[in-house]
């Protein structure tokens, strides 16, 4: 009996149960999977069947930076968060702004963007997915407060969270971050991304 603490302890080790860090299932897949609704230009959205915008292009170098594959899902709100949650999706880029409600299920990346805009509460979604729209269609937008817009993913993942800030302060460092803000929103749009 007197192995039987050690065993209590090993056990959670060798359940099935056991959680696996998200970093090494993504290195495991060679591919980051990447939700995002591809409906809101800049942001993300279809052209010609094909995904484009300043969330595609990010998804793109952060899965560069971790050397492996960014794999794309476009879903709806109804998905989107609930399939981070439940490990379908590894991260979702869908310029989404951490709040207390959404601080409570995931764990967020540093702002990837400082941008003002709207904030809208989606219709058909859940109450707690907030949503960046940009005023891009009026003359003279209305003056909003600055939002900081980050990456959700599953809690308890410290190592994937390691490397996705590590990648993410390599983008903003070498100024590729900075290119994608004015190829997105300075130059096409007129659209401040700073505070």
């Known amino acids: 009996m ?7 302890c090993l056990l959670p080790l060798l359940s099935p149960l056991a959680h696996a860090e ?16 591809a409906n809101t230009p800049p942001f993300n959205f279809k ?17 560069s930076e971790l050397d492996v594959r960014a794999d794309f899902v ?13 490990g379908k999706y590894d991260i979702a880029i869908n310029h989404l702004s951490e709040t207390p409600a959404l601080a409570d299920r995931f764990d967020f990346s540093e702002p990837y963007i400082h941008t003002s805009g709207q904030l809208l509460a989606q219709k058909d979604g859940p109450p707690h997915s907030i949503l960046l729209v940009q005023s891009l269609a009026e003359e003279k937008p ?13 809690k308890g993942n410290p190592a994937f969270h390691a490397s996705l800030e590590n990648a993410l302060q390599r983008i903003k460092a070498d100024g590729r971050l900075e290119a994608l803000e004015k190829k997105w929103f300075e130059a096409d749009s007129g659209v401040p991304t700073k505070p």
């Open 142 to 154: 209305k003056v909003a407060p600055a939002v900081s817009l980050a990456i959700p993913f599953q």
């Open 74 to 86: 476009v879903t709806d709100a109804n998905d989107l968060l609930t399939g981070v949650e439940t």
């Open 22 to 37: 998200l970093i090494d299932d993504v290195n495991d897949r060679g591919e980051l999977r990447i939700a995002l609704e």
């Open 2 to 8: 007197r192995f039987l603490p050690g065993l209590i």
């Open 47 to 63: 052209k010609d069947d094909r995904l484009e915008g300043f969330e595609v292009d990010l998804g793109q170098l952060l899965a």
